[in-house]
């Protein structure tokens, strides 16, 4: 990627945006409350925007090196974002895993001192293949009973995969249908969804 292919700002806004997150986890492990900065969900929000609004713009960027409509574009989009993603996760994974029993009893005496409710055991402690498996294929988030198995906040990158998994597909449907029936066709989809 070129210097000028860069939007600085939205980078640096999404830079804003991860620190946001980390500021408001921090805030809720010690249970202190601050406006705004205190609910990570809205950094999350913003953040997950940005970076989508980033990928197409990236996307229209590439096309004419590489077109969507031919699938070794597809697969080397996918490649290029699961080595961005999964290996640095897969030694996280590994570590909270290894580490579960002694991050519980951490989180316990925290809670404790701040008079919460302790954490669900299965949190810190599920070793299981099932867990473990769901977790290497990123495929967790589909699961309610499997999207909260370890200590680490990576439901977010369950729901990254998800998205990159259908993004080929979305900007086809551009291509095909033009923006506005896309929003149309997606929006309808997702209604039926729910």
Not at 52 to 67: C, I, T
Not at 165 to 190: E, K, T
């Amino acid at each position: 990627m070129t210097e000028s292919s860069r939007i600085e700002c939205l980078d640096g806004l999404r830079a804003a945006a991860a620190l946001w997150v980390l500021v408001g986890h921090c805030l809720l492990l010690t249970g202190w409350h601050l406006p705004v900065l205190g609910d990570p969900a809205l950094g999350v929000d913003l953040f997950i925007m940005l970076s989508g609004f980033l990928m197409v713009f990236h996307y229209q960027l590439r096309q004419d090196k590489e077109p969507w409509q031919r699938p070794e574009t597809w697969l080397k989009f996918w490649t290029r974002r699961y080595f961005r993603i999964a290996p640095l996760f897969y030694v996280m994974l590994f570590l909270a895993l290894a580490l579960g029993p002694y991050l519980y009893e951490s989180r316990m005496v925290i809670d404790g001192f701040l008079g919460r409710a302790p954490q669900a055991p299965e949190r810190f402690l599920d070793g299981s293949l099932k867990n473990i498996a769901a977790h290497l294929t990123f495929l967790f988030g589909l699961s309610p009973n499997l999207a909260y198995r370890t200590p680490l906040p990576d439901w977010s990158l369950g729901l990254e995969m998800q998205f990159y998994a259908v993004f080929p597909a979305l900007m086809l449907l551009v291509r095909r249908f033009d923006w506005i029936w896309s929003v149309i066709i997606v929006a309808a989809l997702g209604g039926l969804a729910v």
